[in-house]
T-cell receptor
């Protein structure tokens, strides 16, 4: 089975722009979660989607949003980019919703905001 | 509040020596516990997990971890470290569905492991 894939792997944007990141989960997995990883804050939960519905959201501003499609693929969008949004964005998929299931991570998208 | 603490930010061990990485958690019920490893510039790879049952769990690459409820700990161990084990290790607790907290994983700050030849 193919693993979680994320595109693009690297992105460079300037302040004020917006960006869309994509995640394709493992085949058969219906839950997709997003995490932000920075040296200062570590790994922080952004949101989780299951069956096209946002199930849970972390403590991030409204500039961070996401969605999930009927094929379970997910996108996250960050609008009005700030320097502090520079991070590795990780996507994880699991068969079911909820923290009780193992989450499998993709390689991440490295976003740099200049 | 739910939290995970990895007290050691950086550990250096000699190749062939044993390893123990510490993890303490704070959670209101029996947690689901995970250890992940991350190589530079890569995503997270699952090493092992504890859901229930036997408190000593075996993982990939020769790692094991022991869940100790009385100490709220889930320490990761390996009897003999290889140079390829150098990476960053993350302990995480998973929120249970019954609390309707979705797929949230709460991570510790990570422990960076260096291996001396």
């Amino acid at each position: 089975k193919a693993g979680v894939t994320q595109t693009p792997r690297y992105l460079i944007k300037t302040r004020g722009q917006q960006v869309t990141l994509s995640c394709s989960p493992i085949s058969g997995h219906r839950s997709v979660s997003w995490y932000q990883q920075t040296p200062g804050q570590g790994l922080q939960f952004l949101f989780e989607y299951f069956s096209e519905t946002q199930r849970n959201k972390g403590n991030f501003p409204g500039r961070f949003s996401g969605r999930q499609f009927s094929n379970s693929r997910s996108e996250m969008n960050v609008s009005t980019l700030e320097l502090g949004d520079s991070a590795l964005y990780l996507c994880a998929s699991s068969p079911t919703a909820g923290g009780s299931d193992t989450q499998y991570f993709g390689p991440g998208t490295r976003l740099t905001v200049l | 509040a739910q939290s995970v603490t990895q007290p050691d930010i950086h550990i250096t061990v000699s190749e062939g020596a044993s390893l123990e990485l510490r993890c303490n958690y704070s959670y209101g019920a029996t947690p689901y516990l995970f250890w992940y490893v991350q190589s530079p510039g890569q995503g997270l790879q699952l090493l092992l997990k504890y859901f229930s049952g036997d408190t000593l769990v075996q993982g990939i690459k020769g790692f094991e971890a022991e869940f100790k409820r009385s100490q709220s700990s889930f320490n990761l161990r390996k009897p003999s470290v290889h140079w390829s084990d150098a990476a960053e290790y993350f302990c995480a607790v998973g929120a249970r569905v019954i609390y309707n907290q979705g797929g949230k994983l709460i991570f510790g700050q990570g422990t960076e492991l260096s291996v001396k030849p």
